[in-house]
């Protein structure tokens, strides 16, 4: 049975030309007499297993895949994407992103390191962990600004020059947008959290989508659809390794 979607109200903040995220302050009143603070409620688990569907828009990718994804809290992200027989099975620690092409019997690894390189942010496991979820991505610290507007609220962050501002709605406090930029690099991403669903007592964003620019290149986005989220305190499989005449392969730019 399909859930049933849960309401949040979520004002978007007015956007740009170039679809970067711009506070109406003629519609939304700041209270910043004083140092202002308020909760935010994270998703809590243990292991998790989640149904999904993954759409790719880049200039030399359009295609939707079916995934399933295994969470190990704080751990490891197993995916594997199967059309009919498995086609792709990827490995996501805490120091590596690792994949396996079963249709061409090639694999890849790239440290985080390597991947925020090449994508002009940082990226980390954590990061990748908090997006499936909609969980703040970059952790709190006490000189990031707290705004309580009259639409929704803000926390932004400055990490070495990168401005994020992360957007909550009003009632439940769940984050729904987020705008990072680095204006040294001429990179932008913003994600959008939708269709939020009752799982576990929880409540998770369905669909995940991702935009990412940069100076001189094509925008990319990632969608990701979420048709069933399993919160498991059992053990689950993370099966990863690498078969004999796999050829290691550079991962092209996508």
Same mark, same amino acid.
């Given at each position: 049975?399909?859930?049933?979607?849960?309401?949040i109200?979520?004002?978007?903040?007015?956007? %740009?030309?170039?679809?970067?995220?711009?506070?109406?302050?003629?519609?939304?009143?700041?209270?910043?007499?004083?140092?202002?603070?308020? /909760?935010?409620?994270?998703?809590?688990?243990?292991?998790?297993? +989640?149904?999904?569907?993954?759409?790719?828009?880049?200039?030399?990718?359009?295609?939707?895949?079916?995934? @399933? +994804?295994?969470?190990?809290?704080? =751990?490891?992200?197993?995916?594997?994407? %199967?059309?009919?027989?498995?086609?792709?099975?990827?490995?996501?620690?805490?120091?590596?992103?690792?994949?396996?092409?079963?249709?061409?019997?090639?694999?890849?690894?790239?440290?985080?390191?390597?991947?925020?390189?090449?994508?002009?942010? /940082?990226?980390?496991y954590?990061?990748?962990?908090?997006?499936?979820?909609?969980?703040?991505?970059?952790?709190?610290?006490?000189?990031?600004?707290?705004?309580?507007?009259?639409?929704?609220?803000?926390?932004?962050?400055?990490? =070495?020059?990168?401005i +994020? @501002?992360?957007?909550?709605?009003?009632?439940?406090?769940?984050?729904?947008?987020?705008?990072?930029?680095?204006?040294t690099?001429?990179?932008?991403?913003?994600?959008?959290?939708?269709?939020?669903i009752?799982?576990? /007592?929880?409540?998770?964003?369905? $669909?995940?989508?991702?935009m990412?620019? %940069?100076?001189?290149?094509?925008?990319? @986005? $990632?969608?990701f659809?979420?048709?069933?989220? /399993?919160?498991?305190?059992?053990? +689950?499989?993370?099966?990863?390794?690498?078969?004999?005449?796999?050829t290691?392969?550079?991962?092209?730019?996508?």
């Amino acid at each position: 049975m399909k859930k049933k979607a849960i309401e949040i109200v979520t004002n978007e903040p007015k956007t %740009a030309q170039n679809d970067s995220l711009k506070i109406d302050s003629t519609s939304s009143v700041s209270i910043k007499e004083e140092k202002v603070f308020f /909760d935010v409620p994270q998703v809590d688990f243990d292991k998790l297993k +989640i149904k999904s569907k993954i759409t790719l828009n880049t200039e030399k990718i359009k295609q939707s895949i079916p995934a @399933t +994804i295994h969470v190990k809290k704080d =751990s490891v992200i197993w995916i594997s994407i %199967a059309i009919g027989l498995e086609a792709a099975r990827a490995n996501i620690d805490k120091d590596s992103i690792a994949l396996l092409d079963r249709l061409n019997r090639n694999y890849y690894k790239m440290s985080f390191t390597q991947l925020s390189t090449r994508l002009g942010f /940082d990226v980390n496991y954590h990061m990748l962990q908090s997006l499936l979820i909609g969980n703040l991505p970059i952790d709190k610290l006490e000189e990031d600004e707290y705004q309580i507007l009259s639409e929704y609220n803000i926390i932004t962050q400055n990490r =070495s020059g990168v401005i +994020i @501002t992360n957007f909550f709605e009003k009632i439940k406090s769940k984050l729904y947008s987020i705008s990072a930029k680095d204006n040294t690099r001429n990179t932008e991403l913003r994600i959008d959290y939708k269709n939020f669903i009752n799982e576990n /007592d929880q409540i998770v964003p369905s $669909i995940i989508n991702l935009m990412i620019s %940069a100076e001189n290149q094509p925008k990319a @986005t $990632i969608e990701f659809e979420h048709s069933k989220l /399993d919160f498991l305190d059992r053990n +689950i499989r993370f099966p990863f390794n690498i078969p004999k005449g796999y050829t290691k392969s550079e991962i092209p730019n996508f």
